[in-house]
Nanobody, 123 residues
Framework: QVRLVESGGGLVQTGGSLRLSCAAS????????MGWFRQAPGKERDFVAA????????SYAETVKGRFTISRDNAKNTGYLQMNSLKPEDTAVYYC????????????????WGQGTQVTVSS
């Protein structure tokens, strides 16, 4: 069992930045790939970014590529999502997730989920 807790969300103006954190506890965090997803009101949960267990492989949704950066610090059992140049359309609840397999882009590929953190970007 892996417990994930997100933090770092909040209200920011267009063009601003936020860094989300995902603190993991339980089984060894470094054994899991990690992903970030987001869900806006009335919409499905969408893939944002993913990173392999070692941090050597990353992938991004086209909508965030070049603006967001996913990273992890296995020594601290923590993953991160640095979000720059934020836009109103980035407003959503952001979830981190852990996968025993590859860092995929589908939510069903992930085994453990956090409760989410709200990100609101004002225009």
């Amino acid at each position: 069992q892996v417990r994930l807790v997100e933090s770092g969300g909040g209200l920011v103006q267009t063009g601003g930045s936020l860094r989300l954190s995902c603190a993991a506890s339980g089984r060894t965090f470094s054994r899991y790939a990690m992903g970030w997803f987001r869900q806006a009101p009335g919409k499905e949960r969408d893939f944002v970014a993913a990173i392999s267990w070692s941090g050597g492989s990353t992938s991004y949704a086209e909508t965030v590529k070049g603006r967001f950066t996913i990273s992890r610090d296995n020594a601290k059992n923590t993953g991160y999502l640095q979000m720059n140049s934020l836009k109103p359309e980035d407003t959503a609840v952001y979830y981190c997730a852990a996968s025993v397999g590859v860092p995929g882009q589908l939510s069903l590929e992930y085994d453990y989920w956090g409760q989410g953190t709200q990100v609101t970007v004002s225009s």
